[in-house]
């Protein structure tokens, strides 16, 4: 994905449900993307911004910067680039780049409590990617009932008004930008809080919890959000995206290698992980955490168990059970929901370049990407995945158009005849599924089609229009939802796309959805 300019209000991100900004906000406007913003005084909403780095491998036009777009792992001509992929989401324009937090040094880092696993215990991954019991369709099925849905939902990233215009189920919005350099979360916006050395007043910073007037208390941007949509009868969605632009580092590696193990920085990082959860409290809400992260952790090495972070000894309050490790960080995070959102449903990010071979746009017919799920599925599992609720995949960041006028061809064949297909991916996906034990939720697609122009917010994709005709692919993936976005600047949105998603999503809830599939 990838990142943007200030305005008075943040982006907020939908899956089948989108919201816009309604008012004139003092928050900070996460991208180039401004149009209508969210939901009171945050940020935009329609073309929600990208926070810092991308999803679908790195973009091949330039490095990530520190407040750009998040990556999308590997360039599909080899492995990743050590630093990390190009983002993918919308950038954030040079003028107005915040600052972020100081780089974290090496030497502040800890290592793992007690001796490491030796080589010979890497986490690998089984024979068989089945799970025991009934499977990921029926934890699908159960996962929608508890969410009050009998089909999958649908959902974008959108604007208040788009998300009026069609039965959308979902809407996601992204913290992201950076986090308060005080040891906990500010009181108040309006004196004595900085974020990257930048003070708040004034909503001048980038932390999410000061993305409104400043004289209404922190945290006050999410907790509208979330109760707009759900007053819209749409279920939230947060992709918490925090590692990359809170420390400073390079994006890719060095988020795992530097920023994790260091104490510091990861006392503030699972301090603002607890007050966003706080804010959140009893609402139901689905959790995204750390999009790209585990995928470059799964590149530092295969065993998370081996892998330095500073979890217990930076956050004793709600990790002391948890070892000193990147697997330690993800059940502490998903622990921390049950503890303090106990009606949000959570899951962590799977990356389909994260094994190595990039299987989004693999062309290779003897490439096994059932192993390579199982891979993936072996990795997060060991950080604690399957003790959440579901799994966040996703397709592109950008559409493929775009790519197109950029010399590079991420189409995905519709007739699944020649790779890279749909039929690939989803295949890649539903292994992982059964690999986890966990449904899937379909992330941040992108918006364009067929009938647009190719040109700048107007991108030829053919993501919306196969989604919506193969319901019962999803399905059968094991998937709850899908939800479109644009994770790039200039990408196409729901409020570019000639009412194309409108559509698909009205004639989705008029013929009653697709119910999930449970043998």
Not at 294 to 305: E, F, K, L, N, S
Request: aromatic letters at 8%.
């Amino acid at each position: 994905m990838e990142q943007a300019m200030r305005s008075t209000c943040t982006l907020l991100g939908i899956v089948i449900g989108l919201g816009a900004c309604d008012a004139t906000l003092s928050g900070p406007e996460r991208d180039t993307i401004s149009a209508d913003r969210g939901v009171g005084d945050g940020p935009a909403a329609d073309d929600q911004q990208i926070p810092d780095g991308g999803l679908d491998g790195p973009v091949a036009d330039g490095p990530l910067t520190p407040d750009g777009p998040r990556p999308d792992g590997p360039k599909p001509d080899g492995p990743a680039n050590p630093d990390g992929p190009t983002p993918d989401g919308p950038p954030i324009t040079p003028d107005t780049t915040p600052t972020l937090d100081a780089p974290i040094t090496p030497d502040t880092a800890v290592t793992p409590d007690g001796p490491l696993p030796t080589p010979d215990t890497a986490v690998t991954p089984d024979a068989s990617p089945a799970p025991d019991g009934p499977g990921p369709s029926c934890a699908a099925k159960a996962l929608l009932t508890a969410l009050g849905s009998s089909h999958l939902l649908a959902g974008a990233a959108m604007s208040d008004a788009v998300a009026q215009q069609a039965p959308f189920d979902l809407r996601y919005q992204y913290l992201a930008g950076g986090i308060f350099d005080q040891a906990a979360p500010c009181a108040s916006c309006a004196s004595g809080c900085t974020s990257g050395g930048t003070s708040c007043v004034g909503g001048a910073c980038n932390w999410w919890g000061c993305w409104q007037w400043d004289q209404l208390p922190p945290g006050q941007f999410l907790r509208d959000f979330i109760d707009k949509v759900i007053a819209d009868g749409q279920i939230p969605m947060i992709t918490y995206y925090e590692i990359l632009p809170g420390s400073g580092v390079s994006e890719g590696k060095p988020e795992v290698t530097v920023a994790a193990p260091n104490q510091s920085f990861m006392a503030r990082y699972l301090a603002d992980w607890r007050f966003a959860l706080q804010q959140i409290g009893s609402k139901t809400a689905l959790l995204h955490i750390e999009p790209d992260f585990w995928g470059y952790a799964q590149q530092v090495g295969p065993d998370p168990t081996t892998m330095a972070a500073a979890v217990a000894s930076a956050n004793p309050t709600d990790c002391a059970g948890q070892p000193n490790t990147i697997a330690g960080l993800g059940k502490c995070m998903i622990a921390m929901v049950r503890k303090y959102a106990p009606n949000a449903k959570v899951g962590l990010h799977a990356s389909a370049w994260a094994s190595g071979p990039d299987v989004s746009l693999n062309k290779n017919a003897s490439l096994d990407v059932v192993a390579e799920a199982g891979k993936v599925g072996a990795f997060l599992t060991a950080c604690g995945a399957a003790t959440g609720d579901f799994v966040v995949v996703e397709a592109s960041d950008r559409d493929a158009g775009y790519y197109s006028s950029i010399g590079q061809d991420r189409w995905w064949d519709a007739t699944n005849a020649t790779l890279p297909s749909f039929n690939q991916h989803f295949t890649w996906a539903k292994a992982l599924s059964e690999k986890v034990g966990l449904p899937l939720l379909w992330w941040q697609l992108p918006v364009g089609n067929m009938s647009l122009p190719d040109q700048t917010n107007q991108w030829k994709d053919n993501r919306v229009d196969y989604f919506f005709s193969h319901t019962q692919q999803v399905a059968q993936s094991h998937g709850i939802g899908f939800a479109f976005g644009a994770g790039a600047s200039g990408q196409t949105t729901p409020s570019t796309d000639n009412g194309n998603l409108v559509a698909k999503v009205k004639a989705y809830g008029q013929a009653g959805g697709q119910a999930p599939v449970c043998p």
